[in-house]
């Protein structure tokens, strides 16, 4: 079953397809390090307090803060 999410509900070790970034300038910066509608994050860490979160997608690590993860819907797969 996939459900529609907030990339910040997703656990440590899950996969979600990105579907959209709700916020344009967040949406430009994830763009310059390839994350794209259509791709595949997966989470790799969350820190203690829940912030930041470590993703990766197509190979490429970063991290973003809560605040930024709770503006882009994903699809828990």
Do not use: H, W
Request: hydrophobic content about 45%; proline content about 3%; glycine content about 6%.
């Amino acid at each position: 079953m996939k459900l529609n999410l907030k990339l910040s509900n997703i656990s440590r070790g899950k996969s979600a397809i990105l579907n959209k970034i709700e916020d344009a300038e967040l949406s430009l910066q994830l763009l310059y390090m390839g994350c794209l509608p259509g791709e595949t994050i997966q989470v790799e860490r969350i820190a203690a307090l829940g912030d930041p979160i470590m993703i990766s997608v197509e190979g490429n690590f970063f991290s973003l803060r809560r605040k930024d993860a709770d503006k882009m819907d994903v699809t828990a797969i």
